[in-house]
């Protein structure tokens, strides 16, 4: 069910939801396959009984409907793969977060200067426990292709081969990348997209790919170079993957964030 906590203006909304607000500021009707959660926003009281939106979801609805920077944060882990992120307009900026199962996601609003944590807190950044922050991380990269990579991973997954020797001999795949999976804690994906301020000023983006492997550390799937289009990679696709820090990471996410000349400015409103 939706609600709302006003003590720290957050909200449990599922995408339906978010949808049937969107239909309601556009003044359309609502389709027979979003009547339920149509009904569950009334019953928590966030739609008045002439379906008009409260003030208290004013900031959240409006940032939705206009953003200026959308990032998505895509991590696959034992319960699967959840979508979390953040949505910045030109007033409010929100974090959405999904617990695993659920359908529902907790919207909170945040200060600008703490989004780079948020995302890092989504992708459970954290310090190594193997590797000092004082010390280097050793250079080291693994390259294959992304059908041995889900052969691989497929073959783990079942539990076909508990040693990395006998699952990389299984799948054809490097030694060494049998080894970093084997201690895979999850995958993710962090995409930021923006209306660009350059060119014909249509969508820009940017995304990193990263493996946590535990005691083998960190990850940056390098190749294929993300953002990476549905369809563009294949089971020939190179795959390179390189060892990296918690510390670089964090630049890293920092680096996919728009900088304000980036920016396509804010349309004009009406009537100005």
């Known amino acids: 069910m939706p609600s709302i906590d006003l003590a720290r203006r957050r909200l449990r909304l599922s995408d339906a939801h978010i949808s049937v607000l969107g239909i309601l ?3 359309g009707q609502i389709p027979e396959d979003h009547a339920q959660a149509h009904r569950e926003l009334r019953e928590a009281a966030l739609l008045d009984p ?3 939106i409260v003030a208290d979801l004013y900031p959240l609805v409006s940032t939705l409907m206009a953003p200026r920077v959308i990032a998505q944060a895509e991590v696959t882990g034992p319960l699967g793969t959840t979508l979390n992120g953040a949505v910045v307009g030109d007033d409010f900026l929100f ?3 999904r617990w695993p199962g659920e359908a529902e996601s907790e919207y909170v609003p945040v200060e600008p200067e703490t989004l780079v944590w948020a995302l890092a807190r989504m992708v459970d950044l954290h310090r190594e426990t193997v590797v000092d922050e004082q010390e280097q991380v050793p250079a080291e990269e693994i390259t294959s292709t992304m059908g041995t990579l889900d052969a691989l991973l497929v073959l783990m997954e079942e539990g076909n081969a508990q040693e990395p020797e006998a699952a990389a001999a299984a799948s054809s795949a490097p030694v060494r990348l049998a080894e970093v999976l084997a201690q895979l804690n999850t995958m993710w994906r962090l995409t930021v997209v923006w209306q660009d301020a350059a060119g014909s000023g249509g969508p820009a983006a940017r995304a990193l790919a990263v493996w946590d492997c535990g005691v083998e550390g960190y990850w940056v799937r390098e190749l294929p170079a993300e953002p990476v289009a549905e369809g563009e990679a ?5 795959l390179k993957a390189r060892r990296s820090s918690a510390r670089e990471i964090w630049s890293l ?5 728009p900088e304000a000349d980036e920016l396509r400015a804010p349309a004009p409103a009406e009537g100005s």
């Open 50 to 52: 002439d379906d008009k």
């Open 25 to 27: 500021v556009d003044e």
């Open 253 to 257: 996410i920092t680096g996919l964030l």
């Open 95 to 97: 974090t959405h977060e």
């Open 234 to 238: 294949g089971p020939a696709t190179t």
